[in-house]
C-alpha cells in the first residue's frame, strides 16, 4: 500500500479489514432486540435514524458512496441462520481516524434487488484499542451500545466495536440488529450494479 495511506490501513491493509467485516457472523454474538429497537420506520423514526438517513441520503446512489471514498468488500453478508447484512462499502479514512460521528458512517451497507444495490443500511465500526485510548467507556449512540469482538480472535484481527443502524430498510430483529431477514444476497453478482433509487 502507498506510504500515502493512513497508518492504521497500513498496518492491517484493507483486505483484511473488508474480510473483517464480510465475516461478522463469525466474530459478533447475536443480540436481542429491545422494544425501542423494534421500532416502526414507517412511523416515527428515532433520531439516530434521522440522522443516518439526512447523513446518507446521497449515498442511495452507490456511485456517489464510490467517490466519496467507499469501497465494496466485494461479497455479500449473509446470515448464520436467515437474512443477511448485504454488502460492505468502507471508507478507510473515517476507519483510520479511530472516532465515531453519527453523521459520517464508516460503513455503507446495500442491499441487492433487481440488478441494482439498495442502501439498507450503515455501520458505524472503530478499533477497540484506538477507542479506549481515547475514551473512558465503550462507544454507544443514542445509548444504544456498540457489539465488541475481541481479539484474539479467528481472523487475526485487533478487537473493534460496531454497530449496525438500518435507517434505509425496516429490519422486524430491530434497528441496531446485526443481519436483517428480509434482506437476501441471491440476487448478488459481484460486480457494482448502480444506484437504489
Not at 173 to 192: H, I, L, M, R, W
Request: hydrophobic residues 40%; proline residues 6%; charged residues 20%.
Amino acid at each position: 500500500m502507498s506510504s500515502s495511506r493512513p497508518m492504521f490501513v497500513r498496518s492491517i491493509g484493507l483486505s483484511l479489514l473488508l474480510l473483517i467485516l464480510a465475516t461478522l457472523a463469525l466474530t459478533v454474538p447475536a443480540t436481542v432486540a429491545s422494544a425501542a429497537e423494534t421500532e416502526d420506520h414507517a412511523q416515527r423514526p428515532s433520531p439516530v435514524v434521522q440522522a443516518v438517513r439526512a447523513a446518507t441520503r446521497d449515498y442511495r446512489d452507490v456511485n456517489a458512496a464510490i467517490a466519496a471514498g467507499y469501497v465494496s468488500a466485494g461479497m455479500c453478508v449473509s446470515g448464520p441462520n436467515e437474512g443477511a447484512m448485504g454488502v460492505h462499502y468502507a471508507n478507510e479514512a473515517l476507519i483510520a481516524d479511530g472516532e465515531i460521528d453519527v453523521n459520517r458512517p464508516e460503513i455503507l451497507v446495500y442491499e441487492p434487488v433487481n440488478g441494482r444495490l439498495q442502501l439498507a443500511a450503515i455501520e458505524y465500526f472503530v478499533v477497540a484499542e484506538q477507542w479506549d485510548a481515547a475514551h473512558e467507556g465503550p462507544p454507544s449512540v443514542e445509548g444504544q451500545h456498540f457489539h465488541y469482538a475481541g481479539a484474539p480472535n479467528r481472523l487475526r484481527a485487533p478487537a473493534y466495536y460496531e454497530l449496525h443502524v438500518w435507517a434505509w430498510k425496516r429490519n422486524k430483529k430491530g434497528t441496531f440488529a446485526d443481519y436483517n431477514p428480509d434482506v437476501s444476497c441471491a440476487q448478488y453478482t459481484g460486480e457494482v450494479m448502480g444506484n437504489g433509487e
